[in-house]
């Protein structure tokens, strides 16, 4: 699930043509944390979910979607 889950985030990143800096520096989280989570070797909170969500302009429930 975390694999599937960073792979998702990549996307969205992507799509919002943000690199990962740009990502970390929008959530307020380190680039190595959103590297991480794109690798699949993060275990991601609720919380940072949620900023990711905010700083990429989803809903949350389109995360998983």
Do not use: C, M, P
């Amino acid at each position: 699930i975390r694999i599937k889950f960073g792979i998702r985030i990549r996307k969205l990143r992507l799509e919002k043509h943000l690199s990962q800096e740009e990502l970390a520096a929008k959530s307020k989280l380190h680039r190595t944390y959103i590297s991480g989570i794109e690798l699949g070797v993060r275990n991601v909170s609720l919380r940072n979910i949620e900023k990711l969500a905010k700083a990429l302009d989803v809903k949350i429930i389109d995360i998983f979607n």
